[in-house]
Protein backbone atom coordinates (compact mmCIF):
# COMPACT_ATOMS: atom_id res chain seq x y z
CA UNK A 1 0.00 0.00 0.00
CA UNK A 2 2.55 2.59 1.13
CA UNK A 3 4.26 1.82 -2.31
CA UNK A 4 1.09 2.57 -4.39
CA UNK A 5 1.43 5.61 -2.51
CA UNK A 6 4.95 6.07 -3.32
CA UNK A 7 4.17 6.00 -7.28
CA UNK A 8 1.12 7.60 -7.35
CA UNK A 9 2.69 10.77 -5.73
CA UNK A 10 5.88 10.14 -8.14
CA UNK A 11 3.26 10.33 -11.21
CA UNK A 12 1.58 13.67 -9.69
CA UNK A 13 4.98 15.10 -9.73
CA UNK A 14 5.88 13.99 -12.90
CA UNK A 15 3.09 15.31 -14.43
CA UNK A 16 2.77 18.48 -12.93
CA UNK A 17 6.88 19.07 -14.82
CA UNK A 18 5.82 17.63 -18.06
CA UNK A 19 2.66 20.07 -17.85
CA UNK A 20 5.05 23.09 -16.84
CA UNK A 21 7.66 22.61 -19.27
CA UNK A 22 5.26 22.03 -22.27
CA UNK A 23 2.90 25.31 -20.84
CA UNK A 24 3.31 28.19 -22.98
CA UNK A 25 5.62 31.33 -21.83
CA UNK A 26 3.85 34.38 -21.26
CA UNK A 27 4.26 36.96 -23.57
CA UNK A 28 6.25 39.85 -22.46
CA UNK A 29 4.39 43.27 -22.57
CA UNK A 30 4.49 45.65 -25.52
CA UNK A 31 4.99 48.90 -24.61
CA UNK A 32 2.04 51.25 -25.91
CA UNK A 33 3.86 53.52 -28.52
CA UNK A 34 4.57 57.06 -27.63
CA UNK A 35 3.08 59.29 -30.13
CA UNK A 36 5.70 62.02 -31.07
CA UNK A 37 5.82 65.40 -29.51
CA UNK A 38 4.74 68.42 -31.39
CA UNK A 39 7.01 70.82 -32.54
CA UNK A 40 6.39 73.50 -31.24
CA UNK A 41 4.76 76.30 -32.33
CA UNK A 42 6.85 79.22 -34.43
CA UNK A 43 6.14 82.54 -33.85
CA UNK A 44 5.54 84.58 -36.96
CA UNK A 45 5.15 88.44 -36.07
CA UNK A 46 1.94 89.41 -37.74
CA UNK A 47 3.24 93.09 -39.69
CA UNK A 48 0.15 95.39 -40.30
CA UNK A 49 -1.24 95.86 -43.40
CA UNK A 50 -0.28 99.48 -45.02
CA UNK A 51 -2.56 101.67 -44.89
CA UNK A 52 -4.91 102.58 -48.18
CA UNK A 53 -6.59 105.28 -49.35
CA UNK A 54 -9.88 104.60 -47.08
CA UNK A 55 -7.78 104.01 -44.29
CA UNK A 56 -6.38 107.55 -44.44
CA UNK A 57 -9.48 108.91 -45.36
CA UNK A 58 -10.88 107.58 -42.54
CA UNK A 59 -8.25 108.91 -40.12
CA UNK A 60 -8.47 112.61 -41.34
CA UNK A 61 -12.14 112.55 -41.02
CA UNK A 62 -12.08 111.56 -37.30
CA UNK A 63 -9.27 114.13 -36.65
CA UNK A 64 -11.11 117.50 -38.92
CA UNK A 65 -13.98 115.84 -36.34
CA UNK A 66 -11.90 116.31 -33.66
CA UNK A 67 -10.60 119.40 -34.28
CA UNK A 68 -13.70 121.07 -35.21
CA UNK A 69 -15.78 120.53 -32.23
CA UNK A 70 -12.46 121.78 -30.19
CA UNK A 71 -11.99 117.78 -28.78
CA UNK A 72 -9.13 115.34 -28.12
CA UNK A 73 -7.67 114.05 -31.27
CA UNK A 74 -8.99 110.19 -31.08
CA UNK A 75 -6.42 107.32 -29.97
CA UNK A 76 -6.29 105.72 -33.59
CA UNK A 77 -4.36 108.65 -34.93
CA UNK A 78 -1.61 108.35 -31.95
CA UNK A 79 -2.13 104.47 -32.93
CA UNK A 80 -1.01 105.27 -36.54
CA UNK A 81 1.85 107.18 -36.24
CA UNK A 82 4.62 105.13 -37.35
CA UNK A 83 2.31 102.74 -39.79
CA UNK A 84 3.59 102.58 -43.80
CA UNK A 85 0.90 103.76 -46.26
CA UNK A 86 0.03 103.17 -49.50
CA UNK A 87 -2.29 105.64 -51.21
CA UNK A 88 -3.40 106.10 -54.77
CA UNK A 89 -4.25 109.59 -56.47
CA UNK A 90 -6.61 108.93 -59.88
CA UNK A 91 -6.00 111.97 -61.87
CA UNK A 92 -6.53 112.99 -65.38
CA UNK A 93 -10.15 111.49 -65.97
CA UNK A 94 -11.55 112.79 -69.14
CA UNK A 95 -14.27 112.47 -71.28
CA UNK A 96 -13.30 109.58 -74.39
CA UNK A 97 -11.38 111.12 -77.13
CA UNK A 98 -10.23 113.44 -75.35
CA UNK A 99 -6.01 114.13 -75.74
CA UNK A 100 -5.30 116.09 -72.28
CA UNK A 101 -6.24 116.69 -69.05
CA UNK A 102 -5.57 120.17 -67.27
CA UNK A 103 -5.01 120.58 -63.24
CA UNK A 104 -1.35 120.28 -61.53
CA UNK A 105 -1.53 116.09 -61.99
CA UNK A 106 -2.01 116.20 -65.77
CA UNK A 107 -1.45 114.31 -69.07
CA UNK A 108 -1.60 114.84 -72.82
CA UNK A 109 -1.24 112.50 -76.18
CA UNK A 110 0.20 113.64 -79.58
CA UNK A 111 -1.16 110.92 -81.67
CA UNK A 112 1.16 112.15 -84.63
CA UNK A 113 4.34 111.79 -82.58
CA UNK A 114 3.01 108.84 -80.82
CA UNK A 115 4.02 110.92 -77.14
CA UNK A 116 2.21 110.64 -74.38
CA UNK A 117 3.63 113.31 -71.39
CA UNK A 118 2.57 113.50 -67.91
CA UNK A 119 3.31 116.07 -65.22
CA UNK A 120 2.72 116.13 -61.67
CA UNK A 121 3.24 119.02 -59.88
CA UNK A 122 4.21 119.00 -56.19
CA UNK A 123 2.77 121.92 -53.86
CA UNK A 124 5.22 123.48 -51.33
CA UNK A 125 3.27 124.78 -48.15
CA UNK A 126 5.60 127.69 -45.85
CA UNK A 127 5.18 126.75 -41.85
CA UNK A 128 2.55 129.18 -41.31
CA UNK A 129 0.22 127.81 -44.16
CA UNK A 130 0.10 124.31 -42.75
CA UNK A 131 0.13 125.17 -38.86
CA UNK A 132 3.69 124.56 -38.08
CA UNK A 133 4.81 127.63 -37.23
CA UNK A 134 5.55 128.81 -33.43
CA UNK A 135 5.79 124.89 -32.51
CA UNK A 136 9.57 124.70 -31.56
CA UNK A 137 9.82 120.66 -32.30
CA UNK A 138 7.79 121.27 -35.83
CA UNK A 139 9.18 124.45 -37.97
CA UNK A 140 9.53 123.31 -41.66
CA UNK A 141 7.95 123.64 -44.84
CA UNK A 142 5.40 121.10 -46.46
CA UNK A 143 5.82 119.77 -50.16
CA UNK A 144 3.23 116.96 -50.64
CA UNK A 145 -0.30 116.48 -53.02
CA UNK A 146 -4.01 118.02 -52.64
CA UNK A 147 -5.85 114.56 -52.79
CA UNK A 148 -8.96 115.14 -55.04
CA UNK A 149 -11.86 113.87 -53.97
CA UNK A 150 -11.53 112.61 -50.00
CA UNK A 151 -15.12 111.87 -49.89
CA UNK A 152 -14.31 108.76 -51.98
CA UNK A 153 -12.23 106.46 -51.07
CA UNK A 154 -11.93 104.73 -54.90
CA UNK A 155 -8.47 104.38 -56.49
CA UNK A 156 -9.79 104.77 -59.82
CA UNK A 157 -11.61 106.84 -62.28
CA UNK A 158 -15.44 107.75 -61.27
CA UNK A 159 -17.46 106.81 -64.31
CA UNK A 160 -18.87 110.09 -65.56
CA UNK A 161 -22.11 111.53 -65.15
CA UNK A 162 -23.68 114.83 -65.07
CA UNK A 163 -23.50 117.08 -62.29
CA UNK A 164 -27.23 117.30 -60.56
CA UNK A 165 -28.14 120.47 -60.19
CA UNK A 166 -31.60 121.54 -59.42
CA UNK A 167 -34.08 123.16 -62.92
CA UNK A 168 -32.79 126.81 -62.96
CA UNK A 169 -31.09 126.57 -60.22
CA UNK A 170 -27.37 128.26 -59.54
CA UNK A 171 -24.60 126.23 -60.91
CA UNK A 172 -23.00 123.95 -58.53
CA UNK A 173 -19.76 126.04 -57.00
CA UNK A 174 -16.74 122.95 -57.16
CA UNK A 175 -15.37 122.40 -53.62
CA UNK A 176 -11.91 123.74 -52.61
CA UNK A 177 -9.50 121.18 -51.46
CA UNK A 178 -9.43 119.91 -48.00
CA UNK A 179 -7.37 117.49 -47.79
CA UNK A 180 -3.32 117.13 -48.18
CA UNK A 181 -0.26 114.05 -47.74
CA UNK A 182 2.80 115.42 -47.55
CA UNK A 183 6.46 115.19 -46.03
CA UNK A 184 8.83 117.68 -44.29
CA UNK A 185 10.70 120.01 -46.78
CA UNK A 186 13.14 120.81 -44.78
CA UNK A 187 13.69 124.60 -42.47
CA UNK A 188 14.03 126.27 -45.78
CA UNK A 189 11.84 125.12 -48.22
CA UNK A 190 12.17 127.76 -50.62
CA UNK A 191 12.85 127.73 -54.56
CA UNK A 192 11.54 125.87 -57.08
CA UNK A 193 9.63 122.62 -56.75
CA UNK A 194 10.66 120.24 -59.89
CA UNK A 195 7.48 118.19 -61.25
CA UNK A 196 7.04 114.47 -61.57
CA UNK A 197 7.24 114.19 -65.37
CA UNK A 198 7.64 111.45 -67.92
CA UNK A 199 7.61 111.52 -71.57
CA UNK A 200 7.54 107.80 -73.37
CA UNK A 201 6.47 106.60 -77.00
CA UNK A 202 2.63 105.35 -76.43
CA UNK A 203 0.09 104.25 -78.87
CA UNK A 204 -3.67 105.72 -79.12
CA UNK A 205 -4.44 101.83 -77.37
CA UNK A 206 -2.80 102.23 -74.24
CA UNK A 207 -4.39 105.61 -73.29
CA UNK A 208 -8.35 105.35 -72.21
CA UNK A 209 -8.90 108.79 -70.78
CA UNK A 210 -11.90 107.79 -68.51
CA UNK A 211 -9.67 105.94 -66.74
CA UNK A 212 -6.95 108.67 -66.67
CA UNK A 213 -3.74 107.76 -64.74
CA UNK A 214 -2.53 107.07 -61.08
CA UNK A 215 0.06 108.66 -58.75
CA UNK A 216 1.30 106.31 -56.16
CA UNK A 217 3.16 106.90 -53.00
CA UNK A 218 4.66 104.85 -50.51
CA UNK A 219 5.62 105.58 -46.95
CA UNK A 220 5.12 105.86 -43.64
CA UNK A 221 3.44 108.02 -41.80
CA UNK A 222 4.79 110.87 -38.88
CA UNK A 223 5.21 110.86 -35.18
CA UNK A 224 2.68 113.09 -33.25
CA UNK A 225 6.09 114.95 -32.12
CA UNK A 226 6.17 115.72 -35.72
CA UNK A 227 3.78 117.25 -36.40
CA UNK A 228 1.89 113.68 -37.75
CA UNK A 229 0.25 111.77 -38.83
CA UNK A 230 -2.90 114.55 -39.24
CA UNK A 231 -2.87 118.34 -38.62
CA UNK A 232 -5.61 120.24 -39.14
CA UNK A 233 -6.30 123.64 -39.98
CA UNK A 234 -9.45 125.78 -40.10
CA UNK A 235 -8.10 129.15 -41.86
CA UNK A 236 -12.25 129.99 -42.88
CA UNK A 237 -13.48 129.77 -39.35
CA UNK A 238 -15.65 127.51 -37.82
CA UNK A 239 -18.67 127.79 -40.32
CA UNK A 240 -15.80 126.07 -43.22
CA UNK A 241 -14.17 122.68 -43.30
CA UNK A 242 -11.29 122.13 -41.63
CA UNK A 243 -8.18 121.90 -43.77
CA UNK A 244 -6.06 118.24 -42.58
CA UNK A 245 -2.17 117.34 -43.77
CA UNK A 246 -1.24 113.70 -43.43
CA UNK A 247 2.07 114.47 -43.22
CA UNK A 248 5.19 111.68 -43.28
CA UNK A 249 7.72 110.36 -45.05
CA UNK A 250 7.97 109.27 -48.78
CA UNK A 251 9.68 106.17 -49.60
CA UNK A 252 8.69 106.21 -53.19
CA UNK A 253 6.32 107.99 -55.66
CA UNK A 254 4.81 106.26 -59.39
CA UNK A 255 3.19 106.86 -61.84
CA UNK A 256 0.75 104.23 -62.86
CA UNK A 257 -1.48 103.53 -65.60
CA UNK A 258 -4.78 102.11 -64.74
CA UNK A 259 -5.64 100.47 -67.97
CA UNK A 260 -3.12 97.61 -67.87
CA UNK A 261 -1.51 98.46 -64.23
CA UNK A 262 1.52 99.28 -65.80
CA UNK A 263 4.36 101.08 -64.11
CA UNK A 264 5.64 103.83 -66.29
CA UNK A 265 7.77 105.56 -64.22
CA UNK A 266 9.07 105.80 -60.08
CA UNK A 267 10.54 107.78 -58.26
CA UNK A 268 12.42 106.40 -54.84
CA UNK A 269 12.83 109.04 -52.09
CA UNK A 270 14.55 107.97 -48.86
CA UNK A 271 13.25 108.79 -45.54
CA UNK A 272 15.80 111.85 -45.38
CA UNK A 273 14.67 114.44 -46.88
CA UNK A 274 16.45 115.82 -49.91
CA UNK A 275 16.63 118.98 -52.10
CA UNK A 276 14.78 119.29 -55.45
CA UNK A 277 17.54 118.38 -57.78
CA UNK A 278 18.28 115.09 -56.00
CA UNK A 279 14.99 113.79 -54.68
CA UNK A 280 12.64 114.47 -58.18
CA UNK A 281 15.01 112.65 -60.37
CA UNK A 282 12.81 110.72 -62.97
CA UNK A 283 13.20 107.33 -63.66
CA UNK A 284 11.17 106.32 -66.67
CA UNK A 285 10.74 102.31 -67.12
CA UNK A 286 9.82 101.70 -70.21
CA UNK A 287 10.33 103.56 -73.36
CA UNK A 288 11.68 107.24 -73.19
CA UNK A 289 11.70 109.42 -75.96
Known sequence: MAGGIAVAVGLVGIGF?????????????????VPP???????????PA???????????????????????????LAAAAGRRFDLILPFGCVPTGTLESPGAMRWSFDPKAARLKISVDPILWQAE????????EVSEGLRGFWVARPWS?????????MPGAEPGGAPLIPSSPTVAIARVAGPDPGGKVRPYEVVRRAGVDEIDPPKGFQFRIVGRLGAVSEGGPVKCRQPGGSEQPPICFIIGTFSEVRIENPKDGAVLANWPIGDDVRGDDSAESPRPLADPL
Not at 17 to 33: F, K, L, M, Q
Not at 153 to 160: E, N
Open 17 to 33: ITGRNSAPSPEAPVAAP
Open 37 to 47: TPPAPVTVAVV
Open 50 to 76: ALGRADLLALTGQAADAFASNTPMPAA
Open 129 to 136: QWGGAGNA
Open 153 to 161: SATTCAAAR
